[in-house]
């Protein structure tokens, strides 16, 4: 649990799999990774960050005790505040702890109305005033209805975190990003136009063996710095699924490429890992960056759409016509026909239908198992 590096690791293993791995969950967690009743591996409270081990005995002892918590009042009434802090709250608020109590989304825990405090430290607050109200009535012998004088407070409304800040936030108190990743937005360039990873430069000489290597990455860090003589240079900081990398551009490379050294921006990066231009050292060259998200206007120029010829039935060839109605766009679209069977492939391009590589049009096509998908 507190090896990022192993995790991380695992967590990608799971992925290729095809085993589930859930975020933190109050109801669900135990202080370590374990398995849900759906056989799907739920991620430890004890590995967030600000979350101890007696915050985590304080929150699942009370739940195998009195059953599942409805709500963050309820969370904060029964859980021993003095076992979890306000720090554990919001980790585990951060992380994606709360997520299955309805009505109530992340941002809203860290929001505050006209300066006051967030709604976080109200909920916990909250929670104090009733366990010492509790305490007082046990105490008490015409204490019992002390508690019915405390209100909840009101949930304030305000927007959803954006995915990226979202994720963000997330990594901060995990290391790792759990509930999706800043990339899976670009999946369609990846699995299109990438043919390495950045993990692959863990090893420059074999990366060298590969030739041009196409990656795409998140910027996650960014320095501009002097060199002793005083020229300018740049350190990239590029992170992908599995693994991140520090680049160090120098020379008329750090004047073409500093436009692209912003901290957040995602890049598809070309390169070459070969000697360095003194000694017999390798170094990853880079020869080209753009903006990810402008990679399929530039890039793609036309769609295939690959099929068994016996699959082809009515529903799919109203969908085809549908498509040529709605997708108007640039990439022109071919059908192949595939006979397995006697090893024969019918090329068929269309005159008229063009299409535009939505999100939403790739979501269509990946609706049919048996059409496979490629774009030159």
Same mark, same amino acid.
């Given at each position: 649990?507190?090896?990022?590096?192993?995790?991380?690791?695992?967590?990608?293993?799971?992925?290729?799999?095809?085993?589930?791995?859930?975020?933190?969950?109050?109801?669900?967690?135990?202080?370590?990774?374990?398995?849900? /009743?759906? $056989?799907?591996?739920?991620?430890?409270?004890?590995?967030?960050?600000?979350?101890?081990?007696?915050?985590?005995?304080?929150?699942?002892?009370?739940?195998?005790?009195?059953?599942?918590?409805?709500?963050?009042?309820?969370?904060?009434?029964?859980?021993?505040?003095?076992?979890?802090?306000?720090?554990?709250?919001?980790?585990?608020?951060?992380?994606?702890?709360?997520? +299955?109590?309805?009505?109530?989304?992340?941002?809203?825990?860290?929001?505050?109305?006209?300066?006051?405090?967030?709604?976080?430290?109200?909920?916990?607050?909250?929670?104090?005033?009733?366990?010492?109200?509790?305490?007082?009535?046990?105490? +008490?012998?015409?204490?019992?209805?002390?508690?019915?004088?405390?209100?909840?407070?009101?949930?304030?409304?305000?927007?959803?975190?954006?995915?990226?800040?979202?994720?963000?936030?997330?990594?901060?108190?995990?290391?790792?990003?759990?509930?999706?990743?800043?990339?899976?937005?670009?999946?369609?360039?990846?699995?299109?136009?990438?043919?390495?990873?950045?993990?692959?430069?863990?090893?420059?000489?074999?990366?060298?063996?590969?030739?041009?290597?196409?990656?795409?990455?998140?910027?996650?860090?960014?320095?501009?710095?002097?060199?002793?003589?005083? $020229?300018?240079?740049?350190?990239?900081?590029?992170?992908?699924?599995?693994? +991140?990398?520090?680049?160090?551009?120098?020379?008329?490379?750090?004047?073409?490429?500093?436009?692209?050294?912003?901290?957040?921006?995602?890049?598809?990066?070309?390169?070459?890992?070969? /000697?360095?231009?003194?000694?017999?050292?390798?170094? %990853?060259?880079?020869?080209?960056?753009?903006?990810?998200?402008?990679?399929?206007?530039?890039?793609?120029?036309?769609?295939?759409?690959?099929?068994?010829?016996?699959?082809?039935?009515?529903?799919?060839?109203?969908?085809?016509?549908?498509?040529?109605?709605?997708?108007?766009?640039?990439?022109?679209? +071919?059908?192949?026909?595939?006979?397995?069977?006697?090893?024969?492939?019918?090329?068929?391009?269309?005159?008229?239908?063009?299409?535009?590589?939505?999100?939403?049009?790739?979501?269509?096509?990946?609706?049919?198992?048996?059409?496979? %998908?490629?774009?030159?």
């Amino acid at each position: 649990m507190n090896d990022i590096k192993k995790i991380t690791f695992f967590m990608e293993e799971c992925r290729r799999m095809g085993t589930t791995v859930l975020g933190p969950d109050i109801n669900e967690s135990t202080f370590k990774f374990a398995v849900n /009743k759906n $056989k799907e591996i739920r991620f430890g409270i004890g590995a967030l960050k600000g979350v101890g081990e007696g915050a985590v005995e304080a929150i699942v002892n009370e739940r195998k005790e009195n059953g599942k918590y409805e709500s963050i009042f309820d969370a904060t009434k029964r859980i021993n505040l003095r076992s979890a802090n306000k720090k554990a709250f919001e980790s585990l608020a951060l992380a994606g702890g709360f997520d +299955s109590f309805e009505g109530i989304h992340r941002a809203q825990y860290f929001h505050s109305v006209d300066g006051s405090a967030p709604f976080i430290e109200k909920a916990i607050k909250y929670g104090a005033n009733h366990q010492e109200s509790e305490n007082s009535a046990q105490a +008490s012998l015409f204490g019992g209805e002390s508690e019915v004088s405390i209100p909840e407070p009101e949930i304030p409304a305000c927007e959803e975190w954006g995915t990226m800040e979202k994720l963000s936030k997330e990594k901060d108190v995990v290391g790792i990003y759990l509930s999706g990743h800043p990339l899976d937005d670009f999946k369609f360039e990846i699995n299109s136009f990438c043919n390495a990873k950045i993990k692959d430069l863990q090893s420059l000489e074999i990366a060298s063996k590969k030739g041009e290597m196409r990656m795409a990455g998140i910027v996650t860090g960014v320095q501009h710095r002097m060199t002793k003589t005083g $020229k300018p240079f740049g350190i990239l900081d590029f992170e992908g699924y599995e693994d +991140s990398h520090s680049f160090f551009i120098f020379g008329d490379d750090y004047v073409k490429f500093k436009g692209y050294l912003n901290t957040g921006w995602f890049l598809f990066m070309k390169g070459k890992s070969q /000697k360095r231009a003194w000694g017999d050292d390798l170094e %990853f060259k880079i020869s080209s960056i753009e903006l990810l998200s402008e990679l399929r206007d530039k890039l793609a120029k036309s769609v295939t759409l690959k099929m068994e010829y016996d699959s082809v039935n009515e529903e799919m060839v109203d969908w085809l016509k549908e498509l040529g109605k709605e997708k108007l766009g640039k990439c022109t679209l +071919s059908i192949a026909l595939v006979d397995r069977k006697n090893k024969n492939t019918v090329q068929l391009k269309s005159r008229e239908i063009k299409v535009n590589l939505t999100n939403s049009f790739i979501e269509e096509v990946e609706k049919w198992p048996n059409i496979e %998908f490629k774009v030159n």
